[in-house]
């Protein structure tokens, strides 16, 4: 193998760790909160890396890591905070201050929800996971993911209609 398991693993670190943020976000709500997730993700995955065989199991490892980081977190009762900003790349020639002011839309409708609404929108319709998967990530029945997902998604059309026309121009 040319390359070493540690040189796979600082490349994915290098190339997935955007990704692993934006996620990280979705779940906290809070960017610091974000980025101690996925440094504690990476910590974890770093750990069992040559264990996983193959390079292309770390970001699986990683993304599990934080799902259950995150519930365990709760489980702590960690306070909540407003969300940070992140960084995103424009498009060319779209409308920036329309996207800019949907996301803050968004970031501030996901930081209103309980913890576990949140994880459950982003693991379903961010990261596109079924509910049985999202059920394993979280350790829970399917049924408290579709609940959890009905409740949320019931919270977000209250507190952000916007959102709701938004999605409705885009389609």
């Not at 699986?60 to 960084?87: D, K």
């Not at 079924?130 to 979280?138: H, K, R």
């Not at 350790?139 to 209609?161: D, F, H, N, W, Y």
Request: charged share 30%; with cysteine.
């Amino acid at each position: 193998m040319a390359d070493s398991i540690d040189d796979q693993f600082r490349e994915f670190v290098r190339t997935r760790s955007p990704a692993l943020l934006r996620t990280a976000f979705l779940l906290t709500g809070d960017r610091h909160l974000a980025e101690d997730l996925v440094q504690d993700a990476l910590a974890r995955t770093h750990r069992g890396r040559r264990r996983l065989h193959d390079p292309g199991h770390f970001e699986a490892y990683t993304r599990t890591a934080m799902y259950h980081q995150q519930v365990s977190w709760w489980r702590r009762r960690v306070a909540e905070s407003l969300p940070g900003e992140l960084a995103d790349v424009a498009q060319p020639g779209s409308d920036h201050a329309g996207r800019t002011d949907l996301k803050l839309a968004l970031h501030q409708a996901l930081a209103r929800l309980t913890p576990r609404q949140r994880a459950v929108l982003v693991i379903r319709f961010f990261e596109d996971r079924s509910e049985a998967e999202a059920a394993q990530l979280l350790q829970c029945s399917v049924g408290t993911i579709k609940s959890q997902t009905s409740k949320a998604l019931a919270r977000m059309r209250e507190i952000a209609p916007e959102l709701l026309s938004a999605v409705m121009e885009e389609a």
